[in-house]
T-cell receptor
Framework: SAVISQKPSRDICQRGTSLTIQCQVDSQVTMMFWYRQQPGQSLTLIATANQGSEATYESGFVIDKFPISRPNLTFSTLTVSNMSPEDSSIYLC??????????????FGQGTRLTVV | DAKTTQPPSMDCAEGRAANLPCNHSTISGNEYVYWYRQIHSQGPQYIIHGLKNNETNEMASLIITEDRKSSTLILPHATLRDTAVYYCIVRVHGSGNTGKLIFGQGTTLQVKP
């Protein structure tokens, strides 16, 4: 298994400000994933963060709005920039491990519940 | 977009088997079927996955039809703690490349006393 710690667990922020979410994993991983879960909705992948290279963003998400850092193999940050109330969501960090031939298991942090007012 | 279709909600009596269906009629030959669940206020949790054979682990069983166009997740003896949103996901596996987890809307399973 993998233990993932996210900080902060929740925050209330003023519109126009930025929040940086931290994700710490208990062992080295190649890829880390960032998801958003809007109220009452499913998870949406924001981007994939590889150590030593720029993050790969999914359609609808851009680096200026969600800059990501990946300074080493156990840590990543996601910044939500210039926030608006529409950014109010739960943000989750995830990593994966192989479970058996051909399969992987994803582990998720507990999430950061962001409310923008 | 998610490549799976699931009923939005289901009920199950405590102690009975919960059978959660999933349609994935456009699944490709190199795509696996994965199941995750999300209990309220927690991150998703891996349950099981399979390619074409039926699979069983300590949490559940996965039955995949012969044509692989649909599957069923079976929780053999549902408990109240199994109340959650269950996601069926298809993803590709290839040499050095694992496809992304794309979550659909899932099935909300309510286990009732």
């Amino acid at each position: 298994s993998a233990v993932i710690s996210q900080k902060p667990s929740r925050d209330i922020c003023q519109r126009g400000t930025s929040l940086t979410i931290q994700c710490q994993v208990d062992s080295q991983v190649t890829m880390m994933f960032w998801y958003r879960q809007q109220p009452g909705q499913s998870l949406t992948l924001i981007a994939t963060a590889n150590q030593g290279s720029e993050a790969t963003y999914e359609s609808g998400f851009v680096i200026d709005k969600f800059p990501i850092s990946r300074p080493n193999l156990t840590f990543s940050t996601l910044t939500v920039s210039n926030m608006s109330p529409e950014d109010s969501s739960i943000y989750l960090c995830s990593v994966e491990r192989r479970v058996r031939a051909g399969g992987t298991e994803a582990f998720f942090g507990q999430g950061t519940r962001l409310t923008v007012v | 977009d998610a490549k799976t279709t699931q009923p939005p909600s289901m009920d199950c009596a405590e102690g009975r088997a919960a059978n959660l269906p999933c349609n994935h009629s456009t699944i490709s030959g190199n795509e696996y079927v994965y199941w995750y669940r999300q209990i309220h206020s927690q991150g998703p949790q891996y349950i099981i996955h399979g390619l074409k054979n039926n699979e069983t682990n300590e949490m559940a069983s996965l039955i995949i039809t012969e044509d692989r166009k649909s599957s069923t997740l079976i929780l053999p003896h549902a408990t109240l703690r199994d109340t959650a949103v269950y996601y069926c996901i298809v993803r590709v596996h290839g040499s050095g490349n694992t496809g992304k987890l794309i979550f659909g809307q899932g099935t909300t399973l309510q286990v009732k006393p």
